[in-house]
Nanobody, 115 residues
Framework: QVQLVESGGGLVQPGGSLRLSCAASGVLFRLYNMDWYRQVPGKQRELVARITSAGDTNYVVSVKGRFTIFRDNAKNTVYLQMNSLKLNDTAVYYC?????????WGQGTQVTVSS
């Protein structure tokens, strides 16, 4: 069982920045592929960014150049640095851990971009 706890969400103006954190339990964190997803009401959950256990990263086109996913294996934590935030980045952001055949999700953190 892997537990994930997100933090760092909040209210920010367009053009602002936030850093999300996802702290994971488990001594094998370094072996997990980690994802950040987001979801707005009435829409499917969307994969935003992924970082593999090797440190390779991928992003959805809409956030490339603005968001950065990175991890600190010593702290069992994955981060999502979000810069130049836009109104349509407003969503609940979730982290997900791929642990072999199983996936684990955090409870989500709300990000609201508004003037």
């Amino acid at each position: 069982q892997v537990q994930l706890v997100e933090s760092g969400g909040g209210l920010v103006q367009p053009g602002g920045s936030l850093r999300l954190s996802c702290a994971a339990s488990g001594v094998l964190f370094r072996l997990y592929n980690m994802d950040w997803y987001r979801q707005v009401p009435g829409k499917q959950r969307e994969l935003v960014a992924r970082i593999t256990s090797a440190g390779d990263t991928n992003y959805v086109v809409s956030v490339k150049g603005r968001f950065t996913i990175f991890r600190d294996n010593a702290k069992n934590t994955v981060y999502l640095q979000m810069n130049s935030l836009k109104l349509n980045d407003t969503a609940v952001y979730y982290c997900k851990a791929d642990v072999g055949p199983q996936n684990y999700w955090g409870q989500g953190t709300q990000v609201t971009v508004s003037s």
